[in-house]
């Protein structure tokens, strides 16, 4: 069970954050044995916090020859390193410690969010805050390996391994920048295809976070793989809501059911016309509640709606569906699909950030050529991910 969100504190600022980080660190396990302990676990973790922060590489050359100049360093003002190590000493440090071990700063980082108001400008569809669940994978070889790979043998190809991770977000429309959750590791065991191991890390990271967030008010957004029977009801276990994608050829009875509702009139529909630029786009909203979103007498009740955008030339420029426990009528029905919609955030404004963006001690060692991604394991799972991949 996650523990819940702590006492109200007194301020949110950087050096207060910084300050948590330190609580955190401070607790990292130590796995060295012998005497060689110049650099504490807390200096290899604000080290690597400091790079990735600054998005920088060479941060902690610069501060370490600032350090032996002047006697003092931004490292140690800022992030409050007391020496500073190398990639190499931060890389052994930190790789034997488990990623779980930073989770509780997510949590602490959200308290702050919420007693000081900025979640409020996330506040999405009857007051909830929107979070997108998404897989990412974040390391994959045909070369390098470890016991906790996803192993996929492509038919008279290579043997793949590699490591996903769902990285949950608080996204809202027409906000850039997200706010990330604890991320849930896919393992070899969660299932035999992309459905199924994702499904089963969502369902853990429901279990795991799902009281704690409740409290927030929390509609979870997904594509149409979490849109399943098993998922929602685990969505709903916890007392959240969801919006995900819906689509006619893994929904085929509730289509079915759309269908049957719109030859009686029991289609609802709203229209929406915009002027873009020169253009005229007409938005036409279709929606139904109390459909089953399965065969079977035990199926879920859904809501169910779609947006179709047409150009003035007649060109469909994007169609989307979604299924959702909210109830749907003619005055939220459009505010529904813009939440929905803001489920590509998470890929754009979070996994795509850490990608490209992160964190380049990685860069150092050469085993970037063998991976799909410029940076390998660590960059995915702020600040944190040292897999036994990477040793
Ligand atoms: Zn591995």
Redesign the pocket.
């Known amino acids: 069970m996650a523990a819940p969100f702590r006492a109200q504190r007194k301020s949110f600022t950087f050096k207060g954050l910084v300050e948590s980080l330190h609580s955190v660190t401070d607790g990292f396990p130590d796995a060295r044995t012998g005497n060689n302990t110049l650099y504490s676990m807390q200096d290899a973790a604000l080290g690597a916090f400091s790079v990735f922060f600054t998005q920088s590489p060479s941060f902690l050359d610069f501060q370490r020859t600032m350090q032996l100049a002047k006697g003092c360093s931004n490292a140690h003002s800022l992030f409050g390193m007391r020496q500073i190590p190398t990639d190499v000493h931060i890389r052994n440090l930190l790789d034997p410690v488990p990623p779980n071990a930073i989770f509780p700063l997510f949590a602490d980082i959200v308290d702050g969010l919420r007693d000081f108001g900025y979640l409020d400008a996330y506040r999405s569809v009857n007051g909830d805050l929107l979070v997108p669940l998404d897989g990412t994978q974040y ?1 994959s070889s045909t070369k390098i ?5 996803s192993v996929k043998q492509l038919k008279n190809g290579p043997v793949t ?1 590699s ?1 996903t991770v769902i990285t949950p977000v608080i996204a809202a429309p027409g906000t850039n920048t997200v706010i990330p959750l604890e991320p849930e590791f896919i393992t070899p065991q969660d299932g035999h295809d992309k459905q199924d191991c994702e499904n089963a890390a969502a369902k853990r990271w429901l279990r795991q976070y799902g009281s704690r967030y409740r409290t927030l008010g929390v509609t979870i957004l997904g594509d149409d793989l979490y849109c399943k029977q098993p998922v929602c009801e685990a969505i709903r276990q916890e007392e959240l809501n969801f919006i995900l994608v819906c689509k006619p050829d893994s929904h085929k009875t509730l289509y079915e059911w759309v269908a049957g509702l719109e030859t009686t009139g029991g289609v609802h529909r709203v229209q929406v016309t915009r002027r873009q630029g020169k253009r005229t786009y007409t938005e036409t909203y279709r929606f139904v509640n109390q459909v089953p979103l399965r065969d079977g007498e035990d199926a879920l009740e859904v809501n169910w709606c779609e947006l179709t955008t047409t150009r003035d030339d007649g060109k469909v420029v994007y169609h989307n569906a979604f299924a959702t426990n909210h109830l749907l009528t003619y005055e939220n029905v459009v505010d529904m699909v813009k939440a929905g919609r803001a489920r590509w955030k998470v890929e754009n404004e979070n996994n795509n950030t850490l990608k490209t963006k992160g964190y380049h001690l990685t860069h150092t060692t050469g085993m970037a050529s063998n991976t799909s991604l410029p940076c390998s394991p660590p960059s995915i799972s702020w600040p944190f991910c040292f ?3 990477w040793t």
Request: with cysteine; net charge neutral.
């Open positions: 390391f390996h470890c016991p906790h790979c391994y490591h897999t036994p991949c």
